[in-house]
């Protein structure tokens, strides 16, 4: 089975990538997810500065996924601009590079997105802007305010003259879906809607000491895994069917090659990996692209791109 994936100006060996956050802060991680067998790969989402992030502990796995306050840790925009400098490189050969922005203000955002659009690998770069990071205290998530997400975008698309694409937070309503959309389809340069982020604000209690998990926001965190499988899939259809100009990238609750198959599915044309990637490292590329692939071919599809969007409802 055919398992590439042309899409945003880029062929792509497979759907698979990494999710921000996770196995992507350093080089280290970075070369090893390039040497993995995912079909691309995204860097930590970036501040102007680098920071420490919250204090510790700020992530817990648990037996159906994960909870995390990280809280934007990460080596600052030049270390990963840096690093697309030696690696990010054309042709078939390579593995384009996303790049992710989280600024911690707007002008931070625009400010580290003019930079890219002038950085000498700029054309191996895809942008995903991020506004949904749940976890900086007193930052409420971008994407949960309609008003803040068309500044941002009026910002960033008044500087980046690339395509680019944004990630987005679980949505849970109808109206909400609608709301967002047509926000973002007021940009056609919005290229591509990574959905979802972690499910922000969960609360994981360890009841052998009546105590949170983890440290931050007196434990509350972004919940990730199979816990986010069903809001992943439903935010990645409902954007598909809004937004039909627009790519649309799968994150949440990716365990198997099936989960990814469902995003494929739902509309996903890429499939990120997050818990199960921090869980068994990037060796799970290689299982999760072997299983994509063995479902595929019993199902008799020719390629993976056959299945996108393809889910069925019941008449
Ligand atoms: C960029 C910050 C994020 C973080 C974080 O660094 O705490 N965790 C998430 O689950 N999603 C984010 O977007």
């Known amino acids: 089975v055919d398992l590439s994936v042309s899409v945003l100006g880029h062929t792509f060996a497979n759907p698979l990538m990494n999710a921000a956050g996770v196995c992507c802060s350093t080089t280290e991680e970075l070369d090893s997810l390039l040497a993995s067998a995912s079909g691309t790969l995204i860097t930590k989402s970036c501040t102007a500065q680098q920071r420490d992030?919250?204090?510790?502990?700020?992530?817990?796995?648990?037996?159906?996924?994960?909870?995390?306050?990280?809280?934007?840790?990460?080596?600052?925009?030049?270390?990963?601009?840096?690093?697309?400098?030696?690696?990010?490189?054309?042709?078939?050969?390579?593995?384009?590079?996303?790049?992710?922005?989280?600024?911690?203000?707007?002008?931070?955002?625009?400010?580290?997105?003019?930079?890219?659009?002038?950085?000498?690998?700029?054309?191996?770069?895809?942008?995903?802007?991020?506004?949904?990071?749940?976890?900086?205290?007193?930052?409420?998530?971008?994407?949960?305010?309609?008003?803040?997400?068309?500044?941002?975008?009026?910002?960033?698309?008044?500087?980046?003259?690339?395509?680019?694409?944004?990630?987005?937070?679980?949505?849970?309503?109808?109206?909400?879906?609608?709301?967002?959309?047509?926000?973002?389809?007021?940009?056609?340069?919005?290229?591509?809607?990574?959905?979802?982020?972690?499910?922000?604000?969960?609360?994981?209690?360890?009841?052998?000491?009546?105590?949170?998990?983890?440290?931050?926001?007196?434990?509350?965190?972004?919940?990730?895994?199979?816990?986010?499988?069903?809001?992943?899939?439903?935010?990645?259809n409902a954007f598909r069917t809004r937004c039909p100009e627009k790519v649309i990238i799968g994150c949440g609750g990716v365990l198997c090659g099936r989960d990814a198959y469902q995003h494929l599915l739902a509309g996903a044309s890429l499939v990120q990996v997050g818990t199960q990637l921090w869980k068994e490292g990037p060796d799970a590329f290689r299982r999760i692209r072997d299983e994509l692939q063995a479902h595929l071919a019993r199902k008799g599809y020719g390629a993976d791109r056959d299945a996108i969007g393809k889910l069925k409802v019941i008449e």
């Open 53 to 236: 992030g919250n204090p510790a502990p700020r992530f817990k796995p648990l037996p159906l996924g994960s909870i995390n306050s990280m809280g934007l840790p990460n080596e600052g925009y030049e270390y990963y601009a840096e690093y697309v400098s030696h690696r990010a490189k054309g042709g078939a050969a390579a593995k384009p590079i996303f790049f992710s922005i989280s600024g911690m203000t707007m002008q931070d955002s625009a400010d580290m997105a003019a930079k890219l659009a002038a950085h000498p690998q700029g054309a191996n770069v895809l942008l995903e802007l991020n506004l949904s990071c749940p976890n900086v205290p007193g930052k409420p998530q971008i994407g949960y305010d309609m008003q803040d997400m068309r500044r941002y975008l009026e910002a960033v698309t008044a500087v980046y003259p690339r395509p680019f694409g944004v990630k987005l937070p679980p949505y849970f309503d109808m109206a909400h879906f609608d709301q967002a959309a047509e926000v973002l389809n007021a940009f056609p340069s919005v290229a591509f809607l990574t959905c979802i982020n972690s499910v922000g604000n969960g609360l994981v209690i360890d009841d052998t000491c009546d105590t949170v998990a983890i440290k931050p926001k007196n434990g509350f965190g972004g919940i990730g895994g199979e816990y986010v499988l069903p809001t992943a899939l439903a935010n990645v």
